[in-house]
Every structure is written in C-alpha cells, then in structure tokens.
C-alpha cells in the first residue's frame, strides 16, 4: 500500500499564492492521475483539479495543479488567495491494488 | 442535474450493522457507465473511501475495511446501499455517497453526508 502525505496546515494572505504539496510514499506519482478537493467547514467535497491538472466547469483559474516526479509529489496551487478559499484540501489517487487513496488533507488559512 | 442523498440511522449500536442508503435523483443509476461509491470522515478527521460499486453489481472495498462491508445497487429504486457489521466507536464519521466516472476517477457530485454515531 502506499500512502500520499500532506502539510497538516499551511497559510498565506489575500492576494498571494499558496501551494500544498501531496506526496507519495511508493509508486510513481506520475503514474495514476491525482484529483484534488476543497472542503469548505461543514460541507461535502468538491473538485478543485482532475486528472493531475484539469479544472473542472465553474472551478476558477487560480487554481492550478502539477506533478513533480523528482519529489514525487502533485501540487495544488492557488493564486490570487481570497478569503472564501481557507477551506481543507484532499489529494486523492490510486494504484492496481488500491483503487482510491486519500492523502491526510491540508487545512488552508487566508488571513 | 444529478444529486444524490444519504439516508440511515444516526445512532447504531456497537456490534450492530450500519446500513445506509443513497439515493439518486436527476439521473439513472443503471443507464450510464458510473460507478458509485461511499466515504466517510471522522469528526475533525480526514476522508476514507469504503468501496465503489458498478451498476453491474461489481464491487471493490477498501482492504482495510473488505471483511465488513457489502455495498449493493438497487436499480429498481435507483439507490445504492452500503452494509457495515460489527460496528465499533471508530466507525462513527459521516458518510457520504458519491459518483465516479471510473473506480478511481475523481468522486463528482457528492451527497451531502450524513453523521453515523456508534453508541450504546
């Protein structure tokens, strides 16, 4: 089994740019493709980024995601930080013997 | 637009089984290639995926969990449920139902959770 580990919690200001790291443990993160969640407090998850780095409809272009295969890790970046993003983000992937895997989740706080 | 909504107990008691069941409106369970599946969340914890299943009956289970659970589809009612045994403390977290395109695919839309607390 392999595990994707997040920062616990990262923070930034309005206005800034933020990245949240999700690294994999075994495997190549290029390998399966990683989504990424926002949880705002209280609500389910939503998509933020797909299949590595796609947005879905409705999801703004400050958010971008990337794989770095020499840290073997994706990110989530987030331009532009507003107050309505501080919120829990989730990486989520795969492999042949583990269908969905979720990393421990990074809270995010815009001050 | 597609929704899906949790139903169950709120309260199960340790040993029992907790049985859920979503339901899915603005769309067929049984006409398109999804696949269904549940997560759940801890209080103030992070998200584990319990199993997905195929419209087709075909399920996976999340290893850690596998001896315990059945997830099952009803296309007559267009629901799908899930089936936990021998519940203890540490299962109670809400517990969402949600849709994927594939059994690894991102899981888009989500229900809206629902909170199972295993007390007696």
């Known amino acids: 089994n392999f595990m994707l580990t997040q920062p616990h919690s990262v923070s930034e200001s309005p206005g800034k740019t933020v990245t949240i790291s999700c690294t994999r443990s075994?495997?190549?993160?290029?390998?399966?493709?990683v989504q990424w969640y926002q949880q705002r407090p209280g609500s389910a998850p939503t998509t933020v980024i797909y299949?590595?780095?796609?947005?879905p409809s409705g999801v703004p272009d400050r958010f971008s995601g990337s794989i770095d295969s020499s840290s073997n890790s994706a990110s989530l970046t987030i331009s532009g930080l507003k107050t309505e993003d501080e919120a829990d983000y989730y990486c989520?992937?795969?492999?042949?013997?583990?269908?969905?895997?979720f990393g421990g989740g990074t809270k995010l706080t815009v001050l | 637009q597609l929704q899906l909504q949790e139903s169950g107990p709120g309260l199960v008691k340790p040993s029992e089984t907790l049985s859920l069941t979503c339901t899915v409106s603005?769309?067929?369970?049984?006409?398109?290639?999804?696949?269904w599946g549940w997560i759940r969340q801890p209080p103030g914890k992070g998200l584990e995926w319990i199993g997905s299943?195929?419209?087709?009956?075909?399920?996976y289970y999340n290893p850690s969990l596998k001896s315990r659970v059945t997830i099952f589809v009803d296309t007559s009612t267009n629901q799908f449920s899930l089936m936990l045994s021998s519940v203890t403390a540490a299962d109670t977290a809400i517990y969402y139902c949600?849709?994927?395109?594939?059994?690894?695919?991102?899981?888009?839309?989500w229900g809206q959770g629902t909170l199972v607390t295993v007390s007696s």
């Open positions: 949600a849709r994927t395109l594939s059994i690894s695919a991102r899981f888009d839309p």
């Open positions: 603005g769309g067929s369970i049984s006409s398109s290639s999804y696949y």
């Open positions: 299943i195929y419209n087709s009956g075909s399920a």
């Open positions: 075994s495997g190549s993160i290029a390998s399966n493709y």
């Open positions: 299949e590595d780095n796609q947005r």
């Open positions: 989520q992937s795969y492999d042949s013997s583990n269908p969905v895997v």
